[in-house]
């Protein structure tokens, strides 16, 4: 019986070895097993260096800083325009989970929404993982949990209202197991670190001589006016975050003065050495070091830029710092 069943099992690994050869994805070489959409507007574009857009997408790759990504070229699309680019099928069995990891770059005034679907039964469904708007002029990893089931991950591009928001991805892996705990662009090793996607929350406690618990969440709290919507981490309903919801039992003293006073927790980091800006200082030569675009209440966003901003008898030519490098602006464009 063990022979018989030595050909089966070598079968088996050579087909997930296929699998991950497929999925697994650098783009150096073309786009492995992933395809382009038929149902939405157009296509991601493979490339190396520039996107070719002044003030907008990444100046080269993730991998080897002279490879290849691909990217969404907003130039001469229409606003909402959308383009999806789909995995190889993928199985993962009942009670257990794979982590999705890729790099992504959204730079520019532009730059709308990138989403990322796991679509089972051909229907898209809802977004996993979402970011919108300008995350500044750099490469950010993501990691997502993949839920038990068979079908593809998506990936979607979303076009904003001008030419200034090309999106890019790279280096795209699916391995065995849940995602370890990332929070943010960079955590150094031996960091202390949790997304709160774990309902074991990563050995936080809950304290014994308080008056009620932190409740673990995901979506909004259920209590309107209050409480986030969605979890920092994947911005949408299938990310988790801890709460402490104010809502009956709960009185005055312990909570405020009534139940819409939910706070909420995520993404929390410990790391060696001073928070980079804990104090507000900024020369903006990385990222916006602790400073953030609202999410809401605004217009529009402020945007990290090297150089003129690309308008014509307004704005600097170069930074204050170095006189060649970063800085933060606004602007608005009718283009």
């Given at each position: ?16 070895a296929v699998i991950r ?300 710092t170095l006189g060649n ?11």
């Amino acid at each position: 019986m063990g022979n018989r069943l030595l050909p089966l099992v070598a079968a088996l690994f050579v087909q997930f070895a296929v699998i991950r050869a497929q999925f697994d994805c650098d783009f150096e070489s073309g786009l492995c097993g992933w395809t382009q959409a038929t149902d939405d507007e157009f296509d991601w574009t493979r490339n190396q260096g520039t996107t070719g857009t002044a003030n907008s997408g990444p100046s080269s790759d993730h991998t080897t800083g002279n490879g290849y990504y691909v990217y969404i070229e907003a130039s001469n699309k229409s606003p909402d325009d959308r383009a999806r680019i789909v995995s190889p099928d993928v199985t993962v069995p009942a009670a257990q989970t794979k982590c999705l990891k890729f790099w992504y770059h959204m730079y520019g005034s532009h730059v709308d929404a990138f989403n990322v679907y796991w679509q089972v039964g051909g229907a898209l469904g809802t977004a996993i993982w979402t970011r919108q708007g300008d995350q500044g002029n750099l490469w950010t990893e993501a990691s997502i949990d993949i839920s038990a089931g068979q079908g593809q991950v998506v990936l979607e591009g979303v076009r904003g209202t001008s030419f200034r928001g090309d999106i890019a991805v790279d280096d795209v892996t699916l391995t065995d197991g849940a995602c370890s705990q990332v929070v943010g662009p960079s955590v150094p090793p031996g960091g202390l670190q949790c997304d709160f996607e774990d309902v074991n929350l990563c050995g936080y406690t809950q304290d014994t001589d308080d008056d009620f618990d932190w409740t673990w969440q995901s979506s909004n709290t259920g209590t309107s006016g209050t409480g986030p919507s969605n979890d920092h981490t994947y911005g949408t309903a299938a990310g988790h975050y801890v709460y402490t919801e104010t809502s009956s039992p709960r009185q005055p003293g312990v909570r405020g003065s009534s139940y819409r006073g939910d706070i909420a927790v995520d993404d929390v980091a410990l790391t060696d050495g001073p928070c980079q800006g804990a104090d507000g200082n900024c020369d903006f030569e990385t990222d916006l070091c602790t400073w953030t675009n609202a999410q809401q209440g605004d217009d529009f966003d402020w945007v990290l830029n090297n150089g003129n901003t690309g308008s014509s008898g307004t704005g600097p030519d170069s930074d204050h710092t170095l006189g060649n490098a970063q800085d933060v602006m606004f602007q608005n464009y009718t283009q």
